[in-house]
Nanobody, 126 residues
Framework: QPRFVESGGGLVQPGGSLRLSCAAS????????MGWFRQAPGKEREFVAT????????YYAGSVKGRFTISRDNAKNTVFLQMNSLRPEDTAVYYC???????????????????WGQGTQVTVSS
């Protein structure tokens, strides 16, 4: 079973930027569509962004579109989430997730993802 490890979280002021990384073990990383989700205290986990295994197609939640960018480097088994213009409401634990079913369809439902990282905390506060 592959493992996914997030990094790059931290404390940032409103308007600042962070870049999250999610490193995967195994040799089939390019077969997975990858997603980023987040969960704030007292709230349900919510979809943030997703990217096709090829890296060509992406999709974003409306709340982050234009501010966040998802990308991947299949040679390094890593997916990234560049977060700009951060807001206090972006504060959450961010998780990467892998959909092991190779498909042209990108999913926003967390139930469609098979493997999850442990999460990394992002706090946006002055």
């Amino acid at each position: 079973q592959p493992r996914f490890v997030e990094s790059g979280g931290g404390l940032v002021q409103p308007g600042g930027s962070l870049r999250l990384s999610c490193a995967a073990s195994g040799r089939t990383f390019s077969n997975y569509n990858m997603g980023w989700f987040r969960q704030a205290p007292g709230k349900e986990r919510e979809f943030v962004a997703t990217i096709h295994g090829s890296g060509v197609t992406t999709y974003y939640a409306g709340s982050v579109k234009g501010r966040f960018t998802i990308s991947r480097d299949n040679a390094k088994n890593t997916v990234f989430l560049q977060m700009n213009s951060l807001r206090p409401e972006d504060t959450a634990v961010y998780y990467c997730a892998a959909d092991r079913v190779s498909s042209i369809l990108l999913h926003i439902e967390s139930s469609k993802y098979d493997y999850w990282g442990q999460g990394t905390q992002v706090t946006v506060s002055s």
